[in-house]
C-alpha cells in the first residue's frame, strides 16, 4: 500500500539544489515565523509537525538536509512533537554510533534543533506553505543537482510504502543497529485469522498486507504480512479485527525494527467470501465480517471494541 509522504513536494526541491540549507518547520496552526528566527527558511505544514512520521524527518536528513528545526510555538499537541523529536534524535545518534564503527569517514552531520533561538545578529525569516514551495526550473524539469542512485532517493521513494522509505532513509543515516528506545511500532500476535482482510483496509499505514495464492479445490491459501518499519501503532487493527485474532502484547523498541524486517504474521487456508470475495472459514459461504452484516440488516455497529 503506497502511502501518500507529506513532505514529497520538499524532498523534490531538495534533490535539486546544488547544497541543500537549513530547513525549519512549523504547524499549520501556530502564529507566523518573525522576523528573527534560524533557520532563515521554514516551512508551514498543512498539519501538526507532531503528525508527522519519524521516516518524514529522517528523510530529510538522508536528503542532505544538514539541520532540521522543528519549533513548538503554537503547536496543539506539543507532546507528540517532544515524542517524534527523540525517536529522530536517537536515530542520528544510533547512525552516527554504527558509521563510526564502520568508517569514520560516513559519520552523519545531521543536526536536530528544538525551539532554536533569534540568531545574535537578528536576520529575517522567510515562511513558505507546504503547498506552494517555490520550485528552481531545475525541479520542474526533474534535473537533480545531486546524482544519487534511485534505490536511496528519498524523493523517489516518497510514493513507495512507509516500511521501505524507512529501511531506505536508516540505510542512507548509517543506522545499523536501532537505538533501544520506544518506536510506534507494535508486537503483533495474530491467532485464529481467518484471513478476511479487513485489518488491512482499516491500516493507514500499509503495515498490514494480505497475500493470496491458489490451493486445494475451492480453498486459497492467504498470507498475512506484517512490516514493523510501517506500523504507527493506531490499534486500528486490533479494534476491527471481526475474529478478534490480534494482540499486541508491547510496543516495539527502534532495535526490534531494524532487526526484525517484514514477517508473516499468519499462513490461513480459507474459502472465498462468496459475497465480497475476501477469506472465509473453510466450509463457509460468507467471511467474518460479511456473516455479521447478515446478521444485523438494518443497522451497521461496529462489533470491535478497543482491544489491547
Do not use: K
Given at each position: ?78 507532546a507528540a512533537v517532544d515524542i517524534l523529536a527523540a525517536q529522530v534524535a536517537a536515530l542520528l545518534d544510533a547512525g552516527r554510533a554504527d558509521a563510526g564503527r564502520a568508517d569514520a569517514g560516513r559519520r552523519p552531520s545531521g543536526r ?197
Amino acid at each position: 500500500m503506497a502511502v501518500p509522504a507529506p513532505l514529497h513536494g520538499l524532498l523534490r526541491r531538495l534533490r535539486s539544489a546544488a547544497e541543500p540549507e537549513p530547513i525549519g518547520l512549523i504547524c499549520a496552526e501556530a502564529p507566523a515565523t518573525g522576523q528573527a528566527a534560524a533557520p532563515a527558511t521554514w516551512i508551514r505544514l498543512d498539519r501538526c509537525v507532531g503528525a508527522l512520521a519519524v521516516v518524514d524527518i529522517l528523510e530529510l536528513f538522508s536528503g542532505g538536509v544538514p539541520v532540521v528545526a522543528l519549533r513548538r510555538e503554537g503547536c496543539a499537541d506539543p507532546a507528540a512533537v517532544d515524542i517524534l523529536a527523540a525517536q529522530v534524535a536517537a536515530l542520528l545518534d544510533a547512525g552516527r554510533a554504527d558509521a563510526g564503527r564502520a568508517d569514520a569517514g560516513r559519520r552523519p552531520s545531521g543536526r536536530l534543533l528544538i525551539d532554536p533561538p533569534a540568531p545574535r545578529r537578528g536576520g529575517r525569516a522567510v515562511e513558505y506553505p507546504l503547498a506552494s514551495l517555490p520550485m528552481t526550473r531545475r525541479t520542474i524539469l526533474g534535473l537533480a543537482g545531486r546524482s544519487r542512485p534511485a534505490a536511496d532517493d528519498p524523493a523517489a521513494l516518497a510514493p513507495t510504502g512507509i516500511g521501505e522509505r524507512t529501511r531506505v532513509a536508516l540505510r542512507g543515516l548509517g543506522v545499523e543497529r536501532g537505538p533501544e528506545v520506544p518506536a510506534p511500532a507494535l508486537d503483533l500476535e495474530v491467532r485464529g485469522c481467518t484471513g478476511c482482510g479487513v485489518c488491512e483496509r482499516v491500516c493507514p499505514a500499509g503495515a498490514l498486507t494480505v497475500h493470496t495464492q491458489p490451493a486445494a479445490a475451492g480453498t486459497v491459501m492467504r498470507r498475512l504480512r506484517y512490516d514493523p518499519a510501517a506500523c504507527s501503532g493506531c490499534r486500528r487493527c486490533l479494534a476491527h479485527c471481526p475474529a478478534d485474532a490480534i494482540r499486541a502484547p508491547r510496543a516495539l523498541t527502534w532495535q526490534d525494527v531494524v532487526a526484525t524486517g517484514r514477517r508473516t504474521a499468519a499462513l490461513v487456508p480459507s474459502a472465498v467470501c462468496e459475497r465480497c470475495g475476501a477469506g472465509a472459514p473453510v466450509g463457509s459461504r460468507r467471511c467474518e465480517l460479511c456473516s455479521f452484516r447478515e446478521a444485523n440488516p438494518f443497522g451497521y455497529t461496529d462489533p470491535g471494541a478497543e482491544r489491547t
